[in-house]
């Protein structure tokens, strides 16, 4: 490929942070005309790299060339007019606007009479034309997290991005979205580059899913404490070479399930820890999300639910958690865990249900799950604060909250320098540790985990499942929500199917397999 011109070429690049090196003397080429994936675990510098080609960040030192020529990216206008987009990991959209206002926002033209309905059309166009579609019309905080990450791409093919960068694009997306994803992109880089001299557009990659960067990208560029470890050609790269490369160890693929601990005997795990029954509820639009759900989730076991995108599992959590009301049916809790009475939680506060024990790993880490300007050991105690000896009556009891939160990041193995580093520094895996660190501290055994391990590198993600898994050898009881069905079938004792609303069925995850669950996501009935 040595003839093919570069889209990208980042020489000695580095950037520095208070007490850490992010990038240290980074080089990169991207081809045009290639899918390059970006690999490394969770704060290798993967993002701050492109954050620096996005004109987030400046560099402090290095160059970065653009179709040959030097470029000076002070900002993401700049970025732009240069012909570089990125999609973020956490989404950069205005939630009280629809999509169409999101994806013209910014822009210079039209300057003073807007045809959004010319501009709706022009993003449908564009959606069909890549397999990306969503209402224009639609608000933001109406879509789910998958639409909305079709919104930044689009935001970025409206704008004409010759370079497209797509942070761990498919950590939102089903299995069968990533590949149609993986299409899209294929068909984008046979398109030829706006700018430049000649070529065609280029693809930036940053995944932690091997799978996907071996199915998808040309080549792959590994990254380990902020340096490039290796850059290789995808095709007859293994998945544990990648692996070794990123964590600098062999990684196991899969977790074998812990031995129960003593005490949890077969009458304890007959216990139920909460339930569902004939659950109905709606969604943001008003609209019918979970219609008639039935489920319980007994001791000593995670029962996962799997399901496309928008098919009532963010509005299952919800109902159980008390962030969202159900308009009929009944949501039982355990309160106190093992030994309690089992109480109608049914539309309860979601302090009453922390009272009652049961916790929750959101979905949206930031938006939800952590105060991204607060400390870390701040996050930690939300659950805790009001308890002695965090708090002396009205007051906080600032050493006994650092000692707390000091103890937790230990066990659970957050990468932080102190406990006041604000939690928005951290990496995805740090941010998912912290929330399980809090969650599982403040449960009686009950526990609620949407999408625990999306967007985390093999590391991390195997960090998170041995945590549920000690949990359940503990008794726990776990609700999984989880669109990557392998971690469904590696950890989960029983499997449910939810679409549209309804539970197509319940599986022995030792009886499962792929293909039987993609017919009940599609609708399918199944025999269980």
């Not at 564009?126 to 990450?149: C, F, H, M, R």
């Not at 792959?220 to 293994?238: F, H, I, M, N, Q």
């Not at 006994?400 to 320098?417: D, N």
Request: proline residues 4%.
């Amino acid at each position: 490929m040595t003839s093919i011109p570069l889209a990208v070429e980042m020489r000695g690049v580095t950037k520095v942070f208070p007490g850490v090196v992010a990038n240290d003397s980074v080089d990169l080429n991207i081809h045009a005309g290639e899918i390059h994936a970006l690999l490394g675990e969770n704060g290798a510098g993967k993002s701050t790299l492109m954050n620096i080609l996005a004109g987030l960040y400046q560099p402090d030192g290095g160059e970065v060339w653009l179709h040959g020529e030097p470029a000076v990216i002070r900002s993401p206008s700049d970025a732009i007019r240069l012909g570089v987009g990125m999609v973020h990991q956490h989404f950069k959209l205005v939630q009280p606007q629809t999509v169409a206002e999101n994806v013209i926002l910014g822009l210079k033209e039209p300057a003073f009479r807007l045809d959004m309905k010319r501009t709706a059309r022009e993003i449908s166009a564009l959606g069909e034309q890549y397999k990306l579609t969503v209402d224009p019309n639609a608000y933001i905080w109406q879509l789910s997290v998958g639409e909305q990450q079709r919104v930044e791409i689009l935001k970025m093919l409206y704008r004409n991005a010759d370079i497209l960068i797509l942070d761990e694009p498919t950590a939102v997306l089903t299995p069968q979205e990533s590949e149609e994803l993986g299409l899209t992109l294929r068909r984008m880089i046979e398109e030829p580059a706006i700018r430049g001299r000649g070529g065609n557009k280029a693809v930036i990659f940053i995944s932690h899913k091997l799978d996907e960067v071996t199915r998808f990208a040309d080549r792959v560029t590994v990254l380990r404490g902020g340096k490039v470890e290796a850059t290789l050609d995808t095709p007859g790269v293994s998945k544990a070479e990648l692996a070794s490369l990123m964590v600098g160890r062999s990684v196991i693929f899969q977790i074998e399930k812990p031995p129960y601990v003593e005490g949890v005997t077969e009458e304890t795990r007959q216990e139920v820890l909460f339930a569902v029954h004939d659950l109905h509820a709606l969604n943001d639009k008003g609209l019918p999300a979970l219609d008639g759900v039935t489920l319980d989730i007994h001791a000593g076991e995670i029962l996962g639910i799997a399901g496309v995108a928008g098919n009532g599992q963010r509005e299952l959590a919800e109902t159980i958690t008390g962030l969202r009301n159900v308009t009929s049916g009944q949501v039982l809790v355990r309160s106190g865990g093992h030994g309690g009475k089992l109480v109608d939680a049914t539309n309860h506060s979601p302090h009453q249900i922390i009272e009652d024990g049961l916790s929750h790993v959101p979905g949206d880490r930031l938006g939800i799950g952590l105060v991204g300007n607060l400390a870390i050991s701040d996050n930690i105690i939300l659950k805790e604060y009001r308890q002695a000896p965090l708090s002396r009556g009205p007051f906080l009891n600032r050493t006994s909250i650092g000692l707390f939160a000091e103890r937790l990041v230990k066990a659970f193995h957050v990468a932080t320098p102190n406990v006041e580093r604000p939690v928005r520094l951290l990496s995805g895996g740090n941010l998912q540790k912290v929330i399980l660190a809090r969650e599982i501290t403040a449960s009686s055994g009950l526990l609620v985990a949407v999408h625990p391990t999306r967007g985390l590198d093999v590391g991390a993600t195997e960090s998170v499942q041995r945590s549920l898994l000690d949990e359940r050898a503990k008794g726990a009881g776990i609700l999984l929500v989880s669109e990557d069905l392998d971690e469904l079938l590696s950890i989960c004792d029983r499997i449910a199917v939810m679409f549209e609303g309804k539970v197509m069925g319940i599986l022995p995850a030792e009886n499962a397999n792929r293909n039987e669950l993609g017919l009940m996501m599609a609708g399918e009935n199944v025999d269980e």
